[in-house]
């Protein structure tokens, strides 16, 4: 069966950094993306991994180990914006994105 | 690049209507358009993937009788919820694909901004 596998729930402060995993199993896989949604609103896309290693995009960098099933999405310098729920979605042979729960981060002044 | 919008964002009605709601690519032509549920607290549940011109592919579960998805261009889809009852009641999302050139891959979906449906 596909399932992904993440916290429910992290909390960190303002200005720290904080690492999302993600555990994943897919029939297939066809790249892994990560998308933030603030309560109440429609995910946003945040990054896209298809190769291992790490992609960085501003404060944001998401990490993936094709072998291990493993991704993880790290966020430095973090800000009030940021608490939302982070969602891993890996892409399984038929290009299907499988949801993950989402992790809810909240960001403690 | 790659802006999706849903219209309504909000609505309410009666036990018994039906409701339309509207998912447009704005900037790109979303080869593939996507339909996703989501209660509280909870993750995305997709109720259909559709293509332009083809009839949707439902996941198990969905009523296609009950949620109706026409994909008539590559930029516009919209979903159907008829006879909707209380327990419809939820924040329905759109997404769509296939936009080039955007931030991420071609494979990348775009959300709308949801509707909330409220069935009295």
């Known amino acids: 069966g596909q399932n992904i596998d993440q916290p429910t729930e992290m909390t960190a402060t303002e200005g720290a950094i904080v690492q999302i995993n993600c555990t994943y199993q897919?029939?297939?896989?066809?790249?892994l993306f990560w998308y933030q949604q603030h309560a109440g609103e429609a995910p946003t896309f945040l990054s896209y991994?298809?190769l291992d290693g790490l992609e960085e995009k501003g404060r944001f960098s998401s990490f993936l180990s094709r072998s291990k099933g493993y991704s993880y999405l790290l966020l430095k310098e973090l800000q009030m914006k940021d608490s939302a729920s982070y969602l891993c979605?890996?892409?399984?042979?038929?290009?299907?994105?499988?949801w993950g729960a989402g992790t809810k981060l909240i960001i403690k002044p | 690049g790659a802006v999706v919008s849903q219209h309504p964002s909000r609505v309410i009605c009666k036990s018994g209507t039906s409701v339309k709601i509207e998912c447009r690519s704005l900037d790109f032509q979303a080869t593939t358009m996507f339909w996703y549920r989501q209660f509280p607290k909870k993750s995305l549940m997709l109720m259909a993937t559709?293509?332009?011109?083809?009839?949707?592919?439902?996941e198990q579960g969905v009523e296609k009788d009950k949620f109706l998805i026409n994909h008539a261009s590559l930029t516009l889809s919209t979903l159907t919820v008829t006879s909707a009852h209380p327990e419809d009641s939820s924040f329905y999302i759109c997404?769509?694909?296939?936009?080039?050139?955007?931030?991420?891959?071609?494979?990348?979906?775009?959300f709308g901004p949801g509707t909330r449906l409220l069935v009295l």
């Open positions: 897919t029939s297939g896989f066809n790249g």
């Open positions: 991994n298809v």
């Open positions: 997404s769509a694909r296939g936009a080039s050139g955007s931030a991420g891959p071609q494979e990348t979906q775009y």
């Open positions: 559709s293509n332009e011109g083809s009839k949707a592919t439902y």
């Open positions: 979605g890996p892409m399984d042979s038929n290009y299907q994105l499988i």
